[in-house]
C-alpha cells in the first residue's frame, strides 16, 4: 500500500507515493534525492541522520516520512544561500572541524540549533548539547573550535550580511 | 533494520484511536513519538500488521494548570518536560529527569507517554512521576479510567493497559509549600545511556521549616518496575531534615531495592548507588523545600 504524501524540503514541496514504513531518512534519500543526510546507525544513536524539522533537529531514522508532513524540514543541503554556505559550515571549513565527514551534516545543523538557542553558549553547553552526534573519527577538539568561533553572537551576525 | 510493511492509520478521534486499537489486537501498534516502537520494527521484535498514529488526535498533548493540578497530555514532547516554566519550577524532578532522556534529537521526538507506556524499569520519567504522586489516565473500550502511576507498571516492558486501551494523560497535584524535590541519575556516560541508578525525592516540611511532613523516594532500574522506596519514606516522616536522618533512610532505601547485575552494573554496586543517590538527592531536595514558603 502506498500512500500519497507531500514533505516540504528546504523550501520546496515534493509530492511522493511512498509505502507508510519508510522513515524519512530513508525517503530523503532514496526518493528525494538528497544523500546530504547519512545513514550512520539507523538506531537513533548516531546523529548522523539528523535533520531540522520546524527548526528543531530530530534524527530522521525515528521518524516515519508520513509523519513528517505538514512541517518545514531542513537538510543540510537547506543551508546555503545563493552558493554562499552558512557561517556555520563556513567556520567548519576554516577551523577543519571535520575529518572524514560523515557526520558533519549532522554536527553542522545541531550546532545551528544550539547557536540559535544560544548565541553565547559555554564549551560545556556545546558538549552536552553535541551529546547526539558522535564522530568515529573521534575529531572532537576541531568540532569544538568551529563551533566555539561561531558563538557570542557571530553566526547571526555572519548570517546578517550573507 | 529493515521494517516490515504495515496499514498505517491516522484517526481524528480518540474513540476511533480506540477501537482500532482493540479490533486488531496484538497486531497493532500505537506510535506517538515513535522513538521506542521504530527501533523495536527494525529489530523485527515488534511485526503490527496495523500502525496507529494518534498524534492527529486532539486533546492529547500539552502542559496546563487546571485547579491545583498539572495536567500532562501523553503526546508532551520531552524536550516540553525539560523547558517547561511550570515545569522547572513546581516540578524540577520533571524537567531534569527529561534533560537526561537521549539526545536533544530524539526529546523533541519522544513523549512522556511513550516513556511511560515502553515501562523499561530504568525510564526516565517514571520516579520523578511516581514522586509528584501522578494519576494516569487511560481510554479504552469501556471508557476513562484512571490509576496512580506506581500501579500502573506490572513488570519490564509490562503495564496494566487493557486490550484497545491508549494511555491519555497525567495529572499530578502541584506541591503544597515548603515543597522541595530533585532527581539524580548515575549512569557510566553522562549521557546517552541508560541509568544504572535513577532516583527521584520530593520532600515536604512542616510549619518549622525542620521537621519532615511528606517524603517520596522512587529509584528506577533497581527492580522490576520504578519503585517506592517506602519504608526509607516512611522512616523520614515526623523527623527532623538533617543529613544523619538523610544518611539513614538512604540505606533503608537500599536494603528495599531489589536489584540485578548486568551489563551495567553488578547487583552489590547498584545497592551501593541507591543508597548514595538517594542520600545526595534528599540533600538537592531539602533547600528547595526551605526556599518555596
Given at each position: 500500500m502506498k500512500l500519497l504524501i507531500s514533505l516540504k524540503v528546504n523550501g520546496q514541496t515534493h509530492d511522493l507515493a511512498i509505502a507508510p514504513h519508510h522513515t524519512l531518512l530513508g525517503v530523503l534519500r532514496e526518493e528525494v534525492g538528497l544523500t546530504g543526510t547519512k545513514r550512520g546507525c539507523d538506531d537513533g544513536d548516531c546523529g548522523t541522520c539528523t535533520v531540522l524539522i520546524d527548526g528543531n533537529p530530530i534524527t530522521s531514522c525515528m521518524l516515519l516520512a508520513v509523519d513528517a508532513q505538514e512541517k518545514e524540514i531542513t537538510t543540510i543541503e537547506g543551508l546555503a544561500v545563493n552558493g554562499q554556505l552558512h557561517p556555520v559550515q563556513q567556520a567548519f571549513i576554516d577551523h577543519g572541524g571535520l575529518q572524514c565527514g560523515f557526520c558533519t551534516p549532522g554536527v553542522i545543523l545541531t550546532a545551528k540549533y544550539l547557536l540559535e538557542q544560544d548565541p553565547a553558549p559555554t564549551d560545556e553547553q556545546i558538549r552536552l548539547g553535541l551529546a547526539g552526534n558522535l564522530c568515529r573519527c573521534t575529531g572532537y577538539v576541531l568540532i569544538l573550535e568551529a563551533i566555539s568561533a561561531s558563538r557570542d553572537g557571530k553566526m547571526q551576525k555572519a548570517e546578517a550580511t550573507r | 533494520m529493515t521494517i516490515y510493511p504495515f496499514e498505517y492509520f491516522e484517526p481524528?478521534?480518540?474513540?476511533?484511536?480506540?477501537?482500532?486499537?482493540?479490533?486488531?489486537?496484538?497486531?497493532?501498534?500505537?506510535?506517538?513519538?515513535?522513538?521506542?516502537?521504530?527501533?523495536?520494527?527494525?529489530?523485527?521484535?515488534?511485526?503490527?500488521?496495523?500502525?496507529?498514529?494518534?498524534?492527529?488526535?486532539?486533546?492529547?498533548?500539552?502542559?496546563?494548570?487546571?485547579?491545583?493540578?498539572?495536567?500532562?497530555?501523553?503526546?508532551?514532547?520531552?524536550?516540553?518536560?525539560?523547558?517547561?516554566?511550570?515545569?522547572?519550577?513546581?516540578?524540577?524532578?520533571?524537567?531534569?529527569?527529561?534533560?537526561?532522556?537521549?539526545s536533544i534529537q530524539i526529546r523533541f521526538l519522544a513523549t512522556v507517554g511513550g516513556n511511560i507506556c515502553r515501562a523499561a524499569p530504568s525510564a526516565e520519567t517514571a520516579p520523578p512521576l511516581m514522586a509528584y504522586d501522578a494519576q494516569v489516565y487511560m481510554y479504552g473500550p469501556n471508557g476513562e479510567r484512571s490509576l496512580p502511576l506506581k500501579e500502573f507498571f506490572s513488570g519490564p516492558g509490562?503495564?496494566?493497559?487493557?486490550?484497545?486501551?491508549?494511555?491519555?494523560?497525567?495529572?499530578?497535584?502541584?506541591?503544597?509549600?515548603?515543597?522541595?524535590?530533585?532527581?539524580?541519575?548515575?549512569?557510566?556516560?553522562?549521557?546517552?545511556?541508560?541509568?544504572?541508578?535513577?532516583?527521584?525525592?520530593?520532600?515536604?516540611?512542616?510549619?518549622?521549616?525542620?521537621?519532615?511532613?511528606?517524603?517520596?523516594?522512587?529509584?528506577?532500574?533497581?527492580?522490576?518496575?520504578?519503585?517506592?522506596?517506602?519504608?526509607?519514606?516512611?522512616?523520614?516522616?515526623?523527623?527532623?531534615?538533617?543529613?544523619?536522618?538523610?544518611?539513614?533512610?538512604?540505606?533503608?532505601?537500599?536494603?528495599?531495592?531489589?536489584?540485578?547485575?548486568?551489563?551495567?552494573?553488578?547487583?552489590?554496586?547498584?545497592?551501593?548507588?541507591?543508597?548514595?543517590?538517594?542520600?545526595r538527592a534528599l540533600e538537592k531536595a531539602l533547600p528547595r523545600a526551605a526556599q518555596k514558603n
Open positions: - | 481524528k478521534e480518540l474513540e476511533e484511536a480506540s477501537s482500532a486499537f482493540f479490533e486488531h489486537g496484538s497486531e497493532a501498534a500505537i506510535l506517538a513519538g515513535g522513538t521506542d516502537l521504530l527501533n523495536m520494527l527494525k529489530a523485527n521484535i515488534l511485526k503490527p500488521k496495523v500502525v496507529i498514529n494518534i498524534k492527529g488526535v486532539p486533546g492529547l498533548s500539552g502542559i496546563e494548570e487546571i485547579d491545583g493540578e498539572l495536567q500532562l497530555g501523553t503526546l508532551t514532547s520531552i524536550h516540553d518536560l525539560e523547558t517547561s516554566k511550570i515545569i522547572q519550577e513546581n516540578f524540577p524532578a520533571l524537567s531534569e529527569a527529561a534533560s537526561f532522556l537521549g509490562q503495564t496494566v493497559l487493557a486490550e484497545g486501551e491508549i494511555l491519555t494523560k497525567f495529572k499530578l497535584p502541584i506541591p503544597a509549600l515548603r515543597s522541595g524535590s530533585a532527581y539524580l541519575r548515575h549512569s557510566i556516560r553522562q549521557l546517552m545511556d541508560l541509568a544504572i541508578v535513577n532516583v527521584a525525592v520530593s520532600l515536604t516540611l512542616d510549619e518549622d521549616s525542620e521537621t519532615i511532613k511528606e517524603a517520596r523516594i522512587v529509584l528506577g532500574a533497581v527492580a522490576p518496575t520504578p519503585m517506592h522506596a517506602s519504608a526509607a519514606e516512611k522512616e523520614l516522616i515526623g523527623k527532623p531534615a538533617t543529613l544523619e536522618i538523610f544518611e539513614k533512610a538512604a540505606q533503608t532505601a537500599a536494603q528495599e531495592s531489589k536489584p540485578i547485575s548486568d551489563v551495567r552494573s553488578t547487583q552489590d554496586y547498584r545497592r551501593a548507588m541507591v543508597q548514595l543517590f538517594t542520600r
